[in-house]
């Protein structure tokens, strides 16, 4: 089961500079590619062991210092709704404030782990005034600065042990396929239309969402589960800032799912909120397949639709290999047809390619276009296999892995996927010393 932990509190506490270094010391470290795209608001972390998603939900509040207290109340409604534990950050150069107060209103309201920081204390007398923060009545806090990095592993220490570590049991064996995208987009028509029942109501209103639903689902002699990210929420909540809402609903069933689907809406195009969405899947190495919903309701010429797939790969630029489909969940329009691309996506997903199968393909192709040599020194790649693990990861044995550079791990990893069946399915190439 995936935890979410969501940094909230008033405006300049630090919880951006929190969320860099709690994210960016560990993407540092293991992501080996570079230019990843880095949605500021999300990221992953991992301490002692335990990964975790970390939502720095003040990346989301916009506007005049008077209507902070509105958007951040909405903020921390919705991370108590969806994460599994909530650090909320305070600031012990200003001590608390009545903003501080109305937070923590809301944050009792929760059945949620609290966990309260403490932050900017750089000196033992900010260490000695901390003690106020006891009058928000939250129990203990951890005191760090964000900006040095000291008190840091205490705070990790102190989230890590309230996860939840029960194993999602039930449907463990099939793939689940999640229905993803921004609000409004038509997620729920698009199942209710699958599944032939008004399993979920559909309203025009955006973001009637709350809980995330699952139907087992069997077709052309597949059994998997549907999650789809709708189910009804109260009316009083729809006006809350939509793009931090659906990012959160969508990290839950983008990392409880096998193949995500992604629901656009063709009447506003692949909008920068699609993107953020799309980039979390490929992040979390999910299957990807695009539908875009409402194709009905365009105005065609022969060329509509080569430009909205053009638009769309230059915005999920450098991953582009995904399906994409222009359905009708009004008109029953390929639906079906999207469901099956997403069982194939699902089958590339689990392939396993012989190690003798790649090495008598990819060796030729290095052997006629090796690396480029740098400083003189030659790279020689002797070998390459197909790593025992859940996404498509290959890793290639060369004398001098530190000198092959991005656009040459482009080229292998454009190699492959011509060869073999990747589409809709992020890969993942490492260079080791052989």
């Known amino acids: 089961m995936s935890n979410i932990v969501a940094i909230v509190g008033r405006p300049n506490v630090g919880k951006s500079t929190l969320f860099n270094r709690l ?7 293991t992501d080996e590619i570079s230019g990843v795209t880095r949605d500021r608001h ?14 720095d939900t003040g990346g989301y509040v916009q506007g005049s210092e008077d209507i902070f207290e509105v958007e951040i109340r909405k903020q921390v409604e919705l991370a108590i709704d969806e994460s599994s534990v909530i650090l909320f950050l305070v600031d012990a150069t200003t001590g608390v404030t009545d903003l501080d107060l109305s937070v923590v209103k809301l944050l009792r309201k929760s059945d949620k782990k609290i966990v309260l920081a403490v932050n900017k204390v750089d000196n033992a007398t900010l260490l000695s005034e901390a003690v106020e923060f ?18 840091t592993g205490e705070l990790l220490d102190e989230i890590v042990k309230h996860f939840k570590t029960e194993i999602d049991v039930v449907n463990n064996n099939k793939p689940k396929f999640a229905v993803i995208g921004r609000p409004n987009v038509g997620k729920s028509s698009i199942i209710n239309t699958l599944i032939g029942k008004e399993q979920n109501i559909v309203t025009d209103i955006a973001g009637t969402t709350r809980d995330s639903l699952n139907t087992e689902y069997t077709q052309f002699g597949f059994d998997f589960t549907l999650v789809d990210t709708a189910g009804l929420r109260k009316k009083k909540n729809v006006n809350e800032n939509l793009e931090f809402y659906s990012v959160m609903r969508s990290v839950r069933a983008i990392e409880h799912s096998d193949v995500c689907i992604l629901v ?12 953020r969405i799309f980039h979390i899947a490929d992040r979390n190495q999910k299957g990807i397949v695009i539908l875009v919903n409402k194709w009905d309701l ?5 060329e509509t639709s080569k430009k909205f797939i053009k638009d769309i790969k230059e915005k999920i630029s450098p991953f582009t290999d995904v399906p994409i489909l222009f359905v009708s969940a009004i008109e029953k329009q390929r639906l079906l047809k999207g469901l099956q691309e997403a069982i194939n996506v699902f089958n590339n997903r689990v392939q396993k390619i ?10 030729p192709l290095i052997e006629k276009n090796p690396p480029p040599a740098i400083k003189g020194k030659y ?4 070998y390459c296999t197909q790593l025992p693990v859940h996404t498509p990861t290959f890793a290639f044995f060369a004398n001098l892995p530190q000198y092959i550079k991005e656009p040459y791990k482009r080229y292998i990893e454009n190699k492959i996927r011509e060869h073999f069946s990747f589409s809709g399915v992020p890969i993942k190439i490492y260079f080791r010393k052989k």
């Not at 012989?354 to 060796?363: A, C």
């Open 23 to 29: 994210t960016e010391s560990r993407q540092a470290i």
């Open 42 to 55: 999300y990221g992953k972390s991992e301490w002692n062991g335990q990964k975790f998603s970390i939502i």
């Open 134 to 151: 006891y009058n928000l009545g939250l129990g203990s806090y951890i005191t760090l600065s964000s900006i040095s990095g000291s008190g």
């Open 264 to 275: 656009v809406d063709a009447e506003r195009g692949f909008e920068s909120q699609d993107q």
């Open 298 to 302: 365009i105005s065609k010429s022969t």
């Open 354 to 363: 012989s190690t003798s199968k790649l090495n008598n393909y990819i060796l």
């Open 379 to 382: 790279i020689k790649i002797k």
